[in-house]
């Protein structure tokens, strides 16, 4: 990398790149009502202004996790922006210059200074902290880019503040013997070799997870403390506060707990339109997958499911699921 290149990217480190701008909307029962729904948050002082009251508070208050939700500037503005770009944008197109067109998000470091209330108006301004030299990762050569994000009520006092961090990497590139291999064995009209799935975000707290689906094994984390099953991995238990875990291997068997049938955006790795539904596993715990083997028409909440395997590529392996109907087909 050239270091005219270095400079240009590191003239952005101490740089604003997000200027202060409100949120569409204040902070709102109803968007609080949503979020603790679809968290099953049952802490009543997010809802009930009586039991909020009891406990020394004036009224409801926000879960402290919606901070960011509160300035997302929502579809519509993220496919069709209006303010023609800015620094941010400046700085991702100077990263894929650079070949750096892939991202993930590694760290969030949340620091919260008060709760908010129904009717606060949160804005939020982003600086660019570092970009790290160019490192060597498991998903391949990229950059740690950090940003702190500052976010301000109505009033201009800061009410939170959040370390981000993202991963700009370069994508792997399959061995040229393995695409070469690939090709051989699929007709002449599929030269083209299919295109990879997006790559999951893999890190110390569930890279378990993902080995064992390489090996078709489908694990649930276990508090080892009070034996509480959890999915997504993470690495502290939310009943008891305990770091110490190990896993039961799940059965397989499980049931529709909802779903939405995808039509758009497409990617070239995938079938449309595609099922992507929240399966309940007979353990209890849920997990987002696709459904396979079945129409969106034939698709019912509760409608019993077994587990499958899709083998994407020799490095990921992921869980789907089929009607128990149509098992072993």
């Not at 599929?190 to 990879?196: F, G, N, R, S």
């Not at 490095?315 to 699921?321: G, R």
Request: aromatic share 8%; proline share 9%; with cysteine.
């Amino acid at each position: 990398m050239s270091a005219s290149y270095e400079d240009r990217l590191l003239a952005f480190v101490g740089r604003e790149i997000n200027p202060l701008k409100p949120g569409q909307d204040p902070v709102n029962v109803p968007m609080i009502r949503h979020w603790v729904e679809a968290m099953e948050d049952d802490n009543p002082i997010h809802l009930d202004e009586e039991a909020a009251r009891a406990t020394g508070r004036d009224g409801v208050v926000a879960p402290a996790s919606m901070a960011q939700a509160w300035v997302m500037r929502g579809y519509a503005a993220t496919m069709a922006p209006k303010d023609g770009g800015g620094p941010a944008d400046e700085l991702w197109a100077l990263l894929a210059e650079g070949g750096y067109t892939s991202v993930v998000a590694t760290d969030s470091e949340f620091e919260f200074h008060r709760e908010l209330v129904p009717g606060d108006h949160v804005g939020m301004r982003e600086v660019v902290e570092s970009i790290s030299p160019e490192k060597s990762t498991g998903l391949g050569a990229g950059r740690f880019v950090t940003t702190l994000k500052t976010y301000q009520d109505q009033n201009g006092e800061v009410v939170a503040t959040q370390r981000w961090r993202t991963l700009r990497f370069k994508p792997k590139e399959k061995p040229a013997e393995q695409l070469a291999e690939k090709a051989a064995e699929e007709p002449a009209e599929k030269a083209e070799p299919k295109a990879l799935r997006p790559r999951p975000a893999i890190n110390r707290d569930n890279s378990f997870w993902f080995e064992a689906a390489r090996e078709h094994r489908l694990l649930i984390q276990r508090c080892a403390s009070c034996g509480t099953l959890r999915h997504p991995p993470g690495p502290c238990c939310p009943e008891c506060g305990s770091f110490e875990w190990d896993t039961v291997r799940a059965s397989g068997d499980g049931h529709v707990y909802s779903f939405v049938v995808n039509h758009h955006p497409r990617h070239p790795a995938f079938e449309f339109p595609m099922i992507v539904a929240v399966v309940e596993l007979a353990e209890g715990t849920r997990l987002i997958t696709n459904l396979v083997g079945v129409t969106p028409e034939e698709v019912e909440i509760d409608m019993p499911v077994v587990l499958d395997w899709v083998d994407a590529d020799p490095e990921l392996s992921l869980p789907v699921f089929r009607p128990v109907a149509q098992e072993g087909h």
